[in-house]
């Protein structure tokens, strides 16, 4: 419990320092931040073992940081500094770390679904006993290539675990206009005989104890698993302000308060003081110590060497 707390508390401090710093209009990359989503990945990764493989969607950073990726070198891309983990050239919304089983995130809805699936298909026919991981908005059950994908992941009883991140929104349209009344995500993939589960996204515990089993049961040989994790992004969509204070109205601020009071961070340290695993003065002290460590690091990005230009065309 602590290592997740400290997990989440590195993915909300690079946030917060990325989207403190985004309005100065040094990083020219148009980004999208996940500040209130941190539980879905957190929880998710570290239930993912050494060799295991991860997907995700144009709300990269959460995942990228919960896998283990730089803090720096996440910063650096956003400034296009050659030391970016793309090398300046990606930008927010195509990371990768391949060296920590991250291997990349795409803007294109339900692509990196289809890849991971053909991740998954090579790991089964290379015998190997590896998952593939994939992170995705609940937008993402808009397109036809999502089922195609789990469909052909089904019928082959592939290892991969695909963590819908249910905000209710795709940038600014609710659930109830893009889907029919009534309408149960899990239900719909079960028809595709995939074990399905909701789960508080917004709880890093529940999280993490889905994703264990859910990992395990695809590692073992019986079929992909998905998790819908309820979550809520508290930023607008693309951009670093909130959307009340951007004048937007998509939806109310009641809606936004209420979210915000299940803040996963908050909640994973009310857990600890009272399961007596940690004081609050320490779990102050990691928050003071993460952020520390995070500014330095931005800052340190801030400073990098651009990309040279006779380096323009490598790796086109």
Not at 305 to 314: G, Q
Request: proline share 3%; hydrophobic share 40%; with cysteine.
């Amino acid at each position: 419990m602590v290592d997740l707390h400290r997990a989440l508390l590195r993915v909300r401090m690079t946030e917060e320092t990325l989207a403190g710093r985004y309005p100065e209009q040094e990083m020219r990359t148009p980004t999208h931040f996940g500040t209130g989503q941190e539980a879905v990945s957190v929880g998710v990764c570290s239930a993912l073992g050494e060799g295991d493989m991860v997907y995700t969607h144009h709300r990269s950073h959460n995942a990228y940081i919960a896998r283990g990726g730089s803090v720096y070198e996440l910063a650096a891309e956003l400034y296009g500094r050659a030391d970016g983990c793309s090398l300046g050239r990606g930008g927010s919304v195509h990371l990768t770390a391949r060296d920590k089983g991250f291997m990349v995130s795409s803007a294109i809805l339900a692509e990196t679904v289809a890849t991971a699936v053909g991740t998954a298909l090579a790991f089964a026919m290379d015998g190997k006993s590896n998952v593939a991981a994939c992170f995705f908005g609940e937008g993402t059950l808009d397109e036809g290539a999502f089922y195609e994908a789990i469909n052909f992941a089904s019928i082959r009883k592939l290892p991969v675990v695909f963590a819908c991140e249910n905000n209710l929104y795709a940038t600014e349209s609710p659930l109830s206009v893009r889907q029919a009344e009534g309408s149960d995500l899990c239900e719909r993939v079960r028809a595709f005989k995939i074990t399905s589960e909701r789960v508080d996204g917004n709880d890093v515990a529940a999280v993490y104890d889905a994703a264990l089993c859910g990992v395990e049961q695809a590692r073992t040989g019986c079929g992909p698993v998905f998790l819908e994790c309820m979550t809520y992004r508290w930023r607008e969509h693309v951009g670093p302000m909130m959307d009340h204070d951007a004048g937007r109205s998509y939806r109310s601020k009641a809606e936004f308060d209420a979210w915000v009071a299940r803040d996963p961070v908050q909640r994973s340290a009310a857990r600890l003081v009272e399961q007596g695993l940690a004081t609050a003065a320490e779990v102050e002290g990691w928050a003071v110590q993460t952020r520390a460590e995070v500014e330095a690091s931005v800052e340190r990005a801030r400073h990098a060497s651009w990309p040279k230009a006779e380096t323009l065309f490598e790796n086109a």
